[in-house]
Protein backbone atom coordinates (compact mmCIF):
# COMPACT_ATOMS: atom_id res chain seq x y z
CA UNK A 1 0.00 0.00 0.00
CA UNK A 2 2.67 2.50 1.03
CA UNK A 3 5.73 0.93 0.06
CA UNK A 4 7.75 4.26 0.24
CA UNK A 5 6.69 5.34 3.74
CA UNK A 6 7.43 1.23 4.79
CA UNK A 7 11.47 1.86 3.48
CA UNK A 8 11.16 5.23 5.49
CA UNK A 9 9.88 3.34 8.66
CA UNK A 10 12.48 0.35 8.32
CA UNK A 11 15.86 2.72 7.05
CA UNK A 12 14.86 5.09 10.59
CA UNK A 13 16.11 0.84 12.65
CA UNK A 14 18.40 0.43 10.16
CA UNK A 15 20.23 3.99 10.83
CA UNK A 16 19.82 4.31 14.66
CA UNK A 17 22.28 4.31 17.28
CA UNK A 18 21.94 2.77 20.46
CA UNK A 19 21.65 5.10 23.53
CA UNK A 20 25.26 4.00 25.26
CA UNK A 21 24.91 2.16 28.13
CA UNK A 22 26.30 4.65 31.09
CA UNK A 23 29.18 3.63 32.98
CA UNK A 24 28.84 2.38 36.44
CA UNK A 25 30.22 5.36 38.96
CA UNK A 26 33.08 4.42 40.91
CA UNK A 27 32.69 3.52 44.52
CA UNK A 28 33.31 6.03 47.12
CA UNK A 29 36.51 5.75 48.80
CA UNK A 30 36.07 4.17 52.26
CA UNK A 31 36.09 7.18 54.69
CA UNK A 32 36.34 4.59 57.63
CA UNK A 33 40.27 3.39 59.39
CA UNK A 34 40.83 1.57 62.55
CA UNK A 35 42.30 1.84 65.63
CA UNK A 36 43.17 -1.13 67.69
CA UNK A 37 43.42 0.20 71.38
CA UNK A 38 44.51 -2.13 74.38
CA UNK A 39 44.22 -1.50 78.45
CA UNK A 40 48.62 -2.35 78.69
CA UNK A 41 51.25 -1.89 76.93
CA UNK A 42 52.61 -4.16 74.12
CA UNK A 43 49.37 -4.46 72.81
CA UNK A 44 48.33 -6.93 76.13
CA UNK A 45 45.36 -7.24 78.06
CA UNK A 46 41.86 -6.08 76.54
CA UNK A 47 41.94 -4.70 73.77
CA UNK A 48 39.76 -3.46 71.41
CA UNK A 49 39.80 -2.65 67.37
CA UNK A 50 37.90 0.43 66.77
CA UNK A 51 35.75 0.80 64.04
CA UNK A 52 35.92 5.17 63.09
CA UNK A 53 35.14 7.78 60.51
CA UNK A 54 37.81 9.91 59.27
CA UNK A 55 38.24 13.28 59.95
CA UNK A 56 35.63 13.25 62.69
CA UNK A 57 36.50 13.22 66.78
CA UNK A 58 35.39 10.25 68.25
CA UNK A 59 35.00 9.74 72.55
CA UNK A 60 35.56 6.61 74.03
CA UNK A 61 33.27 5.43 76.10
CA UNK A 62 33.71 4.70 80.33
CA UNK A 63 34.72 1.45 79.03
CA UNK A 64 38.09 2.46 77.47
CA UNK A 65 38.34 6.15 78.63
CA UNK A 66 41.46 7.08 80.54
CA UNK A 67 42.34 3.05 80.27
CA UNK A 68 44.37 2.97 77.15
CA UNK A 69 48.05 1.51 77.17
CA UNK A 70 48.52 0.82 73.10
CA UNK A 71 47.49 2.43 70.67
CA UNK A 72 47.89 1.55 66.93
CA UNK A 73 45.96 2.38 63.68
CA UNK A 74 46.09 0.90 60.36
CA UNK A 75 48.65 1.26 57.88
CA UNK A 76 48.00 4.44 55.38
CA UNK A 77 46.91 6.26 58.93
CA UNK A 78 47.67 9.25 60.87
CA UNK A 79 45.86 9.73 64.29
CA UNK A 80 45.65 12.25 67.30
CA UNK A 81 45.09 10.81 70.69
CA UNK A 82 43.28 14.30 72.69
CA UNK A 83 43.63 13.66 77.14
CA UNK A 84 39.87 15.15 77.05
CA UNK A 85 36.69 14.71 75.09
CA UNK A 86 35.51 16.85 72.32
CA UNK A 87 39.16 16.09 71.07
CA UNK A 88 40.61 18.89 73.28
CA UNK A 89 43.24 18.88 75.65
CA UNK A 90 46.65 17.21 75.27
CA UNK A 91 47.00 16.25 71.92
CA UNK A 92 49.42 12.91 70.79
CA UNK A 93 50.05 12.77 66.74
CA UNK A 94 51.29 9.36 65.81
CA UNK A 95 51.29 6.90 62.57
CA UNK A 96 51.03 2.97 62.35
CA UNK A 97 52.52 1.10 63.61
CA UNK A 98 51.32 3.06 66.65
CA UNK A 99 52.51 2.85 70.31
CA UNK A 100 53.04 0.35 72.28
CA UNK A 101 53.71 2.01 75.45
CA UNK A 102 52.09 4.98 76.16
CA UNK A 103 53.86 5.96 79.37
CA UNK A 104 56.74 7.09 77.25
CA UNK A 105 54.79 10.28 76.18
CA UNK A 106 52.79 10.82 79.43
CA UNK A 107 49.66 9.32 78.10
CA UNK A 108 49.33 6.57 79.47
CA UNK A 109 45.49 6.21 80.67
CA UNK A 110 44.72 9.58 79.30
CA UNK A 111 42.87 9.29 76.44
CA UNK A 112 39.87 10.30 76.19
CA UNK A 113 38.93 11.09 72.46
CA UNK A 114 40.22 10.31 69.05
CA UNK A 115 40.36 11.79 65.65
CA UNK A 116 41.98 9.72 62.38
CA UNK A 117 42.81 10.89 58.48
CA UNK A 118 43.98 9.13 55.91
CA UNK A 119 47.62 10.30 55.12
CA UNK A 120 47.49 11.87 51.69
CA UNK A 121 49.05 10.06 49.03
CA UNK A 122 49.04 6.74 50.68
CA UNK A 123 47.20 4.15 48.61
CA UNK A 124 47.17 1.09 50.97
CA UNK A 125 44.10 2.34 52.89
CA UNK A 126 40.63 0.96 51.34
Given amino acids: ?3 LATLLFL ?3 AFAVPAPIPDDPAPEPSSVTHLYLCVDSSFKGQCTNMHLDTSTCHNLDQTWNDKVSSAGPDKGTFCTLYSETECRGKALPFTYPGIR ?11 SSVRCDFIEGFNDHP
Fill in 101 to 111: NLTRYKFDNVL
Fill in 1 to 3: MYP
Fill in 11 to 13: ATF
